[in-house]
């Protein structure tokens, strides 16, 4: 009998149409949609699925009987699997079948890979900082430290280094380029470094080895350009 290939979940946050390399998919947009929101929301009772459908649906102009089938795939069949949402808890119903009276209707959070994911996407805007700050102050891996407090110092001083660094970070994890989104370390950012963030480091190293009077033009020219 042929065994069936094991279906590995992918996240798609950052998956475009191959005909229109700059526009997300649906699918994409459903799961950035889902993370943002949890990213934003406090209260249990928005954090359900049938919460973050309406929610979605709002936001898109439809109804959120339409994408309440996609939003469920997208937290049972990858969000929960690649553990970057996790079951918050219960709320209680009093309507319903009896078993999910009996169990509650979960509720969601995002879990410190969670907390990467939102920090690397462009919508979420000014509360990139904040999330990233969360982030950095959570991460879990102490054998790090070095990288951690870079980062954080670069977050007050380049905050858009680290949004760009991130979201190759996450779409390397995509691309299966890193196995593990958490621990957020020196030997995955090695991974997913590209040309473009090489560039920025050769910049940097270079213009750290400047004097004051070399470095001056170098900012103007920068200021005009950009």
Not at 136 to 142: A, G, L, R
Not at 162 to 178: H, M, N, P, Q, T
């Given at each position: 009998m042929t065994k069936l290939k094991k279906i590995v979940p992918k996240l798609s946050v950052f998956q475009?149409?191959?005909?229109?390399?700059?526009?997300?998919t649906g699918e994409a947009m459903r799961q950035r949609g889902?993370?943002?929101?949890?990213?934003?929301?406090?209260?249990?009772?928005?954090k359900t699925r049938t919460a973050i459908a309406h929610r979605l649906a709002e936001k898109n102009g439809t109804t959120w009987q339409n994408i309440y089938s996609g939003i469920f795939r997208d937290l049972d069949e990858i969000l929960l699997p690649l553990n970057i949402v996790e079951e918050s808890g219960?709320?209680?119903?009093?309507?319903?079948p009896k078993a999910?009276?009996?169990?509650g209707v979960p509720y969601y959070q995002l879990t410190e890979g969670g907390l990467l994911v939102a920090a690397s996407l462009s919508e979420m805007g000014k509360e990139r900082l904040r999330i990233m700050d969360?982030?950095?102050?959570?991460?879990?891996?102490?054998?790090?430290k070095d990288l951690k407090?870079?980062?954080i110092t670069l977050i007050r001083v380049a905050p858009?280094?680290?949004?760009?660094?991130?979201?190759?970070?996450?779409?390397?994890?995509?691309?299966?380029?890193?196995?593990?989104?958490?621990?957020?370390?020196s030997d995955g950012v090695k991974k997913a470094l590209d040309e473009s963030l090489t560039i920025q480091r050769e910049l940097l190293e270079g213009f750290s080895s400047l004097s004051s009077v070399e470095r001056e033009p170098i900012l103007n020219f920068l200021k005009n350009v950009s």
């Open positions: 475009t149409f191959k005909t229109k390399n700059k526009e997300f889902i993370i943002m929101h949890l990213a934003m929301e406090t209260l249990p009772t928005k219960r709320l209680p119903i009093k309507r319903g999910l009276q009996e169990q969360e982030f950095f102050e959570k991460n879990s891996n102490s054998k790090d407090n870079s980062i858009n280094f680290v949004s760009s660094l991130l979201r190759r970070y996450v779409e390397s994890f995509s691309e299966g380029k890193i196995d593990k989104l958490i621990p957020f370390d």
